[in-house]
């Protein structure tokens, strides 16, 4: 179908115009006032935002091996609905994505499910076992870089030869910083004044920025392209401010729920388990500093359902939250309105950043572009009901929280593939892109 956008500020070189977007055959062909409606289906767009659609490149969406968690169709409807046109999953699954046979199902379920374009990740090691590499140079062809979420990597000698080897096959490690010498045995939240409090037992900040430390080192040694996952902690935003000082190729993603929440505002409750845990305000206040400086480059939600009873342990459930839905209304509301952050900032740490970084297609609205966009209405008062997830998850700790704004559309590949009138998420092959992983 071909689209007109007609009456939004789009969002374009860090600023807003008052453009009309067209769109036919999956691609942005115009952008320009007052562009001609004949022959185009017209989506008016007064009083909203157009901006890149957003990107996610930490997901769990649990297909193959975990499907009653959550399933490449329900998880890329999600990701529909909070506005994202991309996302990178996580290589948590069964089979382990560690050879080309084994990522081979994962791709076949994108292929035939996906909403939105999935860039799977393939594993570091075998496994995810931390002993031996996996097969990377099969799988490079086919993933956007190679990590072990959910666990760290505790052999240097086994991360050094990872780095080589992606390095030689231009890909990043995407790293889980956890030195599980450090950990405490059932461990439940931060290792902080709230845990000791309450008779939690704490999970340091060491345990995030000692692995950090040492992977920075490595990254000198080797020169590989290296990102880490989910940071949580002051100390890992200054080892990373200062290797990007140092020119070193280095980038870092962080979570709505660092950037929003602190240890204080913790409940015993699975919707605020995950690792790494909520940290200090101080902590809090560092990725902050660090979203505005450009030390932090991505915000990432790292969506990861659980079922329902895996989640209802309290702080002992099993790690792991969702975000894809709520992700841009709380971060709008608590970061943009207030001044915090400015709107440009978020976005292209939700929109620009990330497409850089991975080398993947889009993160512009003009002719010749892919048509992977996001409308937003400002102006949308709502409660966060996770009742209403599309996902198969419901564990967020920004449940009932009142927010402002929200996603109005999301096209991926010049597909209308979510509207929030209708809260309809249509399946429509999504092209494949010339550029993917240029």
Known sequence: MDLLLTGGAVFRDGSFENMDVAVSDGRI?????????????????????????FVDVHVHLREPGFSYKETIASGTAAAAAGGYTAVCAMPNLDPVPDSLEHLRPELDAIARDGRVRVYPYGAITRGEKGAELAD??????????????????????????????AKSLDKPIVAHCEDESLLTAGWCVHDGD?????????????????????????????????????????????????????????????GPHYL????????????????????????????IEGL??????????????????????????????????????????????????????????????????FRLPGGTIEAGAIADLTVLDLNRPQVIDSGMFLSLGRATPFDGWAVTAGVDKTICGGNLVYTAASRNVNKAPIPPCQEDYV
Request: charged share 25%; proline share 7%.
């Open 194 to 254: 709230w845990a000791r409090r309450n008779g939690f037992a704490g999970n340091p900040s060491e345990s995030e920025w000692r692995q950090v430390e040492r992977d920075l080192d490595l990254v000198r040694e080797t020169g590989c392209r290296y990102h880490v996952c989910h940071v949580s902690t002051k100390e890992s935003v200054a080892l990373i401010r200062k290797a990007k000082a140092e020119g070193l190729p280095v980038s870092c993603e962080t």
């Open 292 to 357: 505005l400086d450009g030390t932090v480059d991505c915000i990432a939600t790292d969506h990861a359902p659980h079922s329902a009873e895996e989640k209802s342990r309290g702080l002992r459930s099993l790690n792991g939250i969702v975000g894809l839905e709520c992700a841009f209304s709380v971060l709008y509301t608590e970061l943009v309105e207030p001044g915090i952050v400015p709107f440009p900032a978020l976005l292209n740490a939700l929109c620009v950043n990330p497409r850089r970084l």
């Open 136 to 165: 990377l140079a099969a799988m490079a062809p086919f993933v956007p870089g190679f990590s072990d979420d959910g666990k760290g990597v505790q052999s240097r000698e086994e991360m050094k030869a990872a780095m080589e080897l």
């Open 29 to 53: 062909v115009s952008v320009g006032p007052s562009l001609p409606r004949e022959g185009f289906s017209v989506i008016e767009c007064q009083d909203q935002v157009i901006v890149p659609g």
């Open 260 to 287: 929003l929440l602190t240890d204080e505002d913790l409940q015993d409750e699975g919707r605020f388990k995950m690792n790494p845990p909520i940290r200090s305000a101080a902590d809090r206040e560092a990725l």
